[in-house]
């Protein structure tokens, strides 16, 4: 369906709204995750105004639309990267996460992290980029690993490879009552 709509978007420009209404929450969410709410605004917006401009150049093999914009969510996160690393480093050291001081977390999420939150920042701090993206939008952005590979270009098969290499590191790194679920 969202690759029809992309499609009718190059006749009727207005069409593209439709996609915006129904993936711009997810969006807005993982990028809250990796760079904050007051990033994620713009990251968000900018992720859309990039797919309306570069939406006659999308190709249906590559995936479902919905990857397609996480891809170019995480294009756009990856020129945050410095900022992000340092912001997990101060969450490290200071104990409290500087990115999700917001009143949208659910309780269950902050007792959580409220736990883990330096320990696992820490660690998120340290893996490649390339590792760390396949985590967190398999954990943060709620892809399937075909929808990662879609949005980052790369085979399923090394999505897979990176996102276990993470969960292993991270495992290691945490107490074992915290390891991550492997759904």
Same mark, same amino acid.
């Given at each position: 369906?969202?690759?029809?709509?992309?499609?009718?978007?190059?006749?009727?420009?207005?069409?593209?709204?439709?996609l915006f209404a129904r993936h711009f929450a997810d969006l807005h969410r993982y990028a809250a995750r990796r760079l904050g709410?007051?990033?994620?605004?713009?990251?968000?917006?900018?992720?859309?105004?990039?797919?309306?401009?570069?939406?006659?150049?999308?190709?249906?093999?590559?995936?479902?639309?919905?990857?397609?914009?996480?891809?170019?969510?995480?294009?756009?996160?990856?020129?945050?990267?410095?900022?992000?690393?340092?912001?997990?480093?101060?969450?490290?050291?200071?104990?409290?996460?500087?990115?999700?001081?917001?009143?949208?977390?659910?309780?269950?999420?902050?007792?959580?992290? &409220?736990?883990?939150?330096?320990?696992? /920042?820490?660690? +998120?701090? @340290?893996?490649?980029?390339?590792? #760390?993206?396949? *985590?967190?939008?398999?954990?943060?952005?709620?892809?399937?690993?075909?929808?990662?590979?879609?949005?980052? &270009?790369?085979?399923?098969?090394?999505? /897979?490879?990176? +996102?276990? @290499?993470?969960?292993?590191?991270? #495992?290691?790194? *945490?107490?074992?009552?915290?390891?991550?679920?492997?759904?």
């Amino acid at each position: 369906m969202d690759q029809q709509i992309l499609h009718r978007s190059l006749r009727q420009p207005d069409q593209f709204a439709e996609l915006f209404a129904r993936h711009f929450a997810d969006l807005h969410r993982y990028a809250a995750r990796r760079l904050g709410d007051a990033a994620a605004d713009d990251i968000a917006a900018e992720t859309f105004l990039a797919a309306f401009r570069q939406r006659d150049r999308y190709a249906a093999d590559r995936g479902p639309v919905r990857g397609w914009l996480f891809g170019i969510a995480a294009n756009l996160i990856g020129r945050h990267r410095r900022a992000e690393v340092r912001a997990l480093r101060t969450w490290a050291r200071a104990g409290t996460d500087p990115l999700t001081e917001c009143h949208s977390e659910q309780v269950a999420d902050r007792v959580s992290a &409220g736990a883990l939150g330096p320990r696992l /920042a820490g660690v +998120l701090a @340290r893996l490649s980029p390339g590792d #760390r993206e396949v *985590l967190l939008l398999v954990a943060w952005g709620e892809l399937s690993y075909d929808e990662v590979a879609a949005a980052l &270009g790369i085979p399923p098969g090394t999505v /897979a490879s990176r +996102l276990n @290499r993470a969960r292993r590191k991270v #495992r290691a790194a *945490l107490p074992a009552k915290h390891a991550l679920d492997e759904e």
